[in-house]
């Protein structure tokens, strides 16, 4: 009986010493004169666990973690392949607690398939929504993906079947894009990442599926460069699916012609917005652009282009697979389908979190995330990256639900959750969105590229206790004419972190009083 050993090979495993498990499993099996197969999958997203090492045996497999090379030894005489007992034993890894309170769509392959395998992607449901695409009419595919109530996983939240929609509706003969958005460049994200690293398949099959839908033959996935193992990762399954028939001039033998490319970027935030991305792909300096046109109906090269977010095409397969209604029974409110909570920050069990829309805040950061790693009490949470607002404590009723954000001026974004203790300092992180603004600025317009450095500047004469009450106006003022007066959602957004800090933690922008002695 044949048995394999998974190891970790995304980005963060190895952050965390996978190569160095990998290695030490390797020794191990040579010296003892064992036969077992290694595979480096993906994340399952639990990196509290990480390295997280799976042990396949026939109809069983057993997880142990988090792993380092010094355990090695030890597992091996303890028996691990055979499932024996160990300190570091966490029995089947469905059953874990963390994995088990999960409704794993979008990521129900990651961490348990060989990502840079075709075979076992198909063995595990893969391609299934492509084979039904490629026999359906375009008209039906973008019907089915709007009955799903499926939104941009972006930020943005725009719901994707209409965007599909308006591509379709340009008519048929002329050249059409798929464009991937995977600069992932949130503070605390990493969704893209996992899927990008640990089931690259799912993307080439929601990117396949968009391109029979509005009748595109070309897809482009732009990478921020800080992601190299996943470009490396990805451009291997391109490869495959091309060599098996998924890409090409006959996607799985159908009338339908699609092929893609992975483009890195030069590094810059501002690129994550749709505009600028194309203007960067287009090979020109990465500004935003004035809307209209829409880049539905001019967008790369002038032409028709759908550009959704990695999560958004990734989640397309099992529509296409189980159907609108299946996925539209998930969620809560015009929030459909799951959502991949990215838990960061100061937190005890930080990771990757698949779970329908609905879950309150509180019990994410509470109940999932375990509360602060340090043991303090959670003083803020940010949510939707470092242009998001800051919630504090009171308001972690709030479920996790794009309407229900906005009624508390915050938004979602990408999903990331980054958690602070008592010992942040809120004015700080206010002056930290507005030097950050004024560093990813493309420049364009006045209040994105003049209104941060002001507001740096605003921020640190409230610091030094300069007119402060005054200040403080100002700031609000500044804000305001940033939120309603930029062009993209860089200058726009840069006010939620600042005044939900100044809002819900007025008291980090005040002096604190000065208690003198009695004598």
Known sequence: MSVTIYVPGDSGALALGADKVAKA?????????ISARIVRNGSRGAYFLEPLVEVANGDSRLAYGPVSSKDVPSLFDAGFLEGGAHKLALGDPEDHPYFAKQTRLTFQRCGVTDPVSLDDYEKHDGLKGLRKAVAMAPADIVKEVTESGLRGRGGAGFPTGIKWKTVLDTGPGIQKYIVCNADEGDSGTFADRMIMEGDPFVLIEGMAIAGVAVGATKGYIYIRSEYPHAAAILNKAIAAARSAGVLGKSVLGSQHQFDMEVRVGAGAYVCGEETS?????????????????????????????????????????????????????????????????????????????EAAFGLTLGEIVDEIGGGTASGRSVKAVQVGGPLGAYFPRALFDTPFDYEAFAAKDGLIGHAGIVVFDDTADMLKQARFAMEFCAIESCGKCTPCRLGSTRGVEVVDKIASNIEREKQIELLTDLCNTMKFGSLCALGGFTPYPVMSALTHFPEDFRPTPIVEAAE
């Open 25 to 33: 499993i390797e020794r191990e099996l040579s010296a003892r004169k």
């Open 277 to 353: 991305l194309l203007e960067s792909l287009e090979g020109k300096r990465g500004l935003v652009r004035a809307k209209p046109p829409l880049p539905a109906h001019k967008g790369l090269f002038g032409k028709p282009t759908v550009i959704n977010n990695v999560i958004s095409l990734a989640s397309v397969p099992i529509i296409l697979d189980r159907g609108g209604a299946f996925y539209k029974d998930f969620g809560l409110g015009r929030s459909r389908g799951t959502i991949p909570i990215q838990i960061a920050g100061n937190v005890k069990h930080g990771g990757l979190f």
